[in-house]
T-cell receptor, first 109, second 114 residues
């Protein structure tokens, strides 16, 4: 069964707007990670939030984690055209990461 | 910044042929992985490798697949007899023991089986 599912599947916004993506997972976790994938490229690690953390920031990224609801959100503030990519949440550890289905974000200039 | 390097970037092979996909992980990383992504679909875990042995593998990673770390730098994925459904992007990744910086992925090898 799938560990992570992102919502929405696709999101289109204008430059300068904020983008929010959500991730739900099924089993207990030690941490949750977010990755970005530009079309046809590899995945790039964005941020890791541990199970005892509720919120984490990195530049224009803000991640929240609610372990009681088994969900996380990724907020990109003041989006840019260069943020256009697919975003994936992932759970797991050094044995493996299981990725969600991803959200395709399109930012129009 | 350290990178995970994958070669070739694109490989076309005939059904039934063997292919070897190559990866050079980051030198001080201890954990190595292969993932695949069929076009437009999700990223699927294949196998993880630590201390010169497989630590975990998925159902996809059947007897047709094998991994090897033949020397101190390379990490390879071999598909013995390729099928049409093996066509996908294959990503190598590596990580440190502490996951503060997540996995580092290579740019991938696009495998096309014809």
């Amino acid at each position: 069964s799938q560990q992570g599912e992102e919502d929405p599947q696709a999101l289109s916004i204008q430059e300068g707007e904020n983008a929010t993506m959500n991730c739900s997972y099924k089993t207990s976790i030690n941490n949750l990670q977010w990755y970005r994938q530009n079309s046809g490229r590899g995945l790039v690690h964005l941020i890791l939030i541990r199970s005892n953390e509720r919120e984490k920031h990195s530049g224009r990224l803000r991640v929240t984690l609610d372990t009681s609801k088994k969900s996380s959100s990724l907020l990109i503030t003041a989006s840019r055209a260069a943020d256009t990519a697919s975003y994936f949440c992932a759970t797991g550890g050094t044995d493996k990461l299981i990725f969600g289905t991803g959200t395709r974000l399109q930012v129009f200039p | 910044e350290p990178e995970v390097t994958q070669t070739p970037s694109h490989q076309v092979t005939q059904m039934g042929q063997e292919v070897i996909l190559r990866c050079v992980p980051i030198s001080n990383h201890l954990y190595f992985y292969w993932y695949r992504q069929i076009l437009g679909q999700k990223v699927e875990f294949l196998v993880s490798f630590y201390n010169n042995e497989i630590s975990e593998k998925s159902e996809i990673f059947d007897d047709q697949f094998s991994v090897e770390r033949p020397d101190g730098s390379n990490f390879t994925l071999k598909i013995r007899s390729t099928k049409l459904e093996d066509s996908a992007m294959y990503f190598c990744a590596s990580s440190e023991t502490l996951l503060n910086y997540g996995y580092t992925f290579g740019s991938g090898t696009r495998l096309t089986v014809v």
